[in-house]
Structures are given as C-alpha cells and as structure tokens.
C-alpha cells in the first residue's frame, strides 16, 4: 500500500473539535481489520494525550489547520457584536452550544464562550453548561495563541477585554423563567451518553 498523500504533516499544529490544539507527531501505517491503514498520531497538549485518527477519516472528524492571525482577530472581534440573548431553557440552549462545539470552527468556538458568558451574567451556569464554558474558552484560547504567536496569558487578557464590556451591558436582575427541575438527571444521562460516544482510539503517555 503506498503512503497517501496526507493534507497535514509531522510537527503541524491542528484543531480536533472538541479535543483541542494538538501536534502531529507522527503518520505511520498499521494494520486495522486486517487492511493497512494510515493513521495520524497526534499529541493533546491539553490532556497530555495522544491520539490515533485514520488519515481516511480526519475531515468527517472536523480535523483542521490552525487558523490564520486574521480569521482569528475575526473570532475574537465577534465576542463584543451583538446579538440575541441565549434561550432560557437551558438543556435546549446546551445542546446548540454542544453541537457547535462539535463543528469546532473557530467562530464557532467563540459563540459558545460570548453566548455562556452572557448567560452566565444573568444566572449561575449549571454545572454540564459550566465545563462547556471553560472548554470552549480554553480551546479558543489555545488556537489564537497558536494564531498570534502569543502567550495563553496574553489571550485570556485579550478575551477579558471583550468580556468585560458585554457584561456590563447586561441587566443582571432579567426575570427568566428556566426549567432547572430535572438538571440533575439531565446531566447524569448527558454524561453519561457522552462516555458511549468517543469517536476515537487513545494512548495515555505513561
């Protein structure tokens, strides 16, 4: 089998949507269902993880490049544009932002962290809308860093300047009706579906 034409290459930084920024460390051949296939072995920073993603199959998983310095401005710029409050039903409004999650582009990314912070000036974020805020703001932090050559620390300044501003625009005492009765099973089967759904195979560094 001669080696593929592969659209990344060793020691190019990547996105995996909802995993994070990662390094392609190596694309090698092994055998899988007894057909050999090549795969991409990239290393998650974040998780101090590696990963294993057919070359096959890294577009359907939304693996990408890391953005250019101008489409990353563009990001971070449309943190402070207006925009419709989020919905108050807040497993309707989890969903969205997970499947945004899921798509992974970069504005994408900074929806998700403009829509939770904005709710979470109105009301506390439960606890699953929580880690989703922190995971999506990590992931932008992380990709414009790469973007700009900057530091995380330079970023997360850069991010609170946008922040900030939206924050004080917001009426902190909005009357929201919100249906928080079955958060917790909620959160529990959400979990719970997101273990069966890991969509690929891992190797923790020892």
């Not at 993603?53 to 563009?74: C, F, H, M, N």
């Amino acid at each position: 089998m001669a080696k593929p034409k592969t659209e990344f290459s060793v020691n190019q930084k990547v996105v995996y949507p909802s995993q994070g920024v990662g390094k392609i460390t190596e694309i090698f051949k092994k055998d899988f269902n007894n057909e050999p296939t090549y795969y991409y072995k990239i290393y998650l920073e974040v998780s101090d993880m590696n990963v294993m993603v057919p070359v096959s199959r890294s577009k359907d998983l939304g693996i990408r490049a890391i953005v250019s310095k101008d489409e990353a401005q563009t990001a971070l710029n449309s943190i402070s544009d207006d925009f419709e409050p989020p919905t108050s039903d807040w497993k309707l409004r989890y969903q969205m932002n997970l499947d945004l999650l899921k798509k992974g582009t970069i504005g994408d990314i900074a929806a998700i962290v403009r829509c939770l912070y904005h709710r979470s000036k109105v009301k506390e974020l439960p606890i699953l809308e929580r880690k989703l805020y922190d995971n999506a703001k990590k992931l932008l932090e992380d990709e414009i860093a790469e973007a700009f050559g900057i530091s995380n620390k330079e970023v997360e300044a850069m991010l609170h300047e946008k922040l900030e501003p939206l924050g004080l625009k917001i009426e902190k005492k909005q009357a929201f009706a919100d249906d928080d009765e079955d958060e917790d099973e909620f959160e529990e089967e959400t979990s719970s579906n997101e273990k069966d759904s890991e969509e690929f195979d891992s190797e923790d560094d020892d």
